[in-house]
């Protein structure tokens, strides 16, 4: 088991997708300075997904996953905006992580952390490439929340044939009522 930061959203990060995030909340501050003071190959956040409940406001994170994805810090910009501190990051979605046991924040660390446990191994390049192809596949056929977390937890012996059928069903939706995903959002942003 590993311990790890924990970032939930209301969105799923999938081995191989790139996220931008801005973080402005006191909390997230504090875990982005946390992670400055690492090496810069352990500087990695565990995104999970929010089941139930909202994405800001400490204590207010609801009923989370169980399955998430290790999101490892590429690129940060720490800025001001409108005279409050603001950070940009770009996480990179590495290996899935189960989410053994949340550790509630406390004053030494006003943000959620978890034991994990990692479910991928990433020293077989061939399975590497296989859970990132599956990924990007569902995440061009603009599947759900719902859909690519399913994906997500999916035994990866089962991924490329679930993603095949959930793909399938999807794009039959798109040729029926339009040209671009049912699921698309025409706009919208996170709080985080």
Do not use: K
């Not at 352990?42 to 409940?53: F, K, N, W, Y």
């Not at 501190?85 to 004053?107: C, K, N, Q, S, Y």
Request: charged share 25%; net charge negative; proline share 5%.
């Amino acid at each position: 088991m590993s311990l790890l930061p924990i970032f939930p959203l209301g969105t799923v990060l999938v081995p191989g997708q790139v996220m931008p995030l801005q973080l402005f909340e006191p909390r997230y501050l504090a875990l982005h300075a946390d992670l400055m003071a690492l090496p810069e190959e352990e500087r990695a956040v565990g995104v999970v997904l929010i089941r139930q409940g909202h994405e800001v406001g400490a204590g207010r994170e609801g009923t989370l996953t169980r399955v998430g994805c290790e999101g490892v810090l590429s690129e940060h910009r720490e800025v001001l905006a409108d005279g409050r501190p603001l950070v940009a990051w770009v996480l990179h979605g590495r290996r899935r992580l189960r989410v053994d046991e949340v550790i509630a924040p406390d004053a030494s660390r006003p943000y959620l952390s978890a034991d994990v446990t990692w479910l991928d191994d990433l020293s077989d390049e061939a399975t590497i490439r296989a859970a990132l192809g599956d990924h990007a596949r569902a995440a061009q056929a603009g599947l759900t929340v719902a859909q690519r977390q399913l994906l997500l937890e999916c035994d990866p012996a089962e991924r490329a044939a679930l993603a095949d059928r959930l793909i399938r069903e999807e794009e039959a939706l798109q040729r029926r009522f339009s040209s671009r995903s049912v699921h698309e959002s025409a706009g919208g942003f996170s709080l985080n």
